[in-house]
């Protein structure tokens, strides 16, 4: 599991940087809509760590919480540049 959320966590940050440098807003939005992906699964990865007591609840609410601020503002981002 954790190298799983280790494949998918350390994906969003490239994807997302590859989003600057898009060649049109329909790649744009699909590049951030990628990146909503990967820290979707991220989530998962980490929900699935804390159900199985792989980690402890205060290092579950501070990885979470980080992924959730990455996910709204992805999410802000795509609503905002849609074409």
């Known amino acids: ?12 940050g ?5 989003a600057k440098e898009a060649e049109s ?3 744009f939005i699909h590049k951030l809509a990628i990146a909503k992906k990967a820290t ?10 804390r159900q199985s007591g792989y980690i402890e609840k205060q290092q579950f ?4 919480s980080g992924y959730d601020r990455n996910r709204k503002t992805l999410e802000f ?3 905002n540049f849609q074409e």
């Open 1 to 12: 599991m954790s190298k799983q959320l280790m494949r998918s966590g350390t994906s969003i």
């Open 14 to 18: 490239p994807i997302a940087r590859e």
């Open 25 to 27: 807003n329909a790649d």
């Open 40 to 49: 979707s699964e991220s989530e998962y990865w980490i929900e699935l760590l």
């Open 61 to 64: 609410i501070s990885i979470f």
């Open 77 to 79: 981002y795509n609503y």
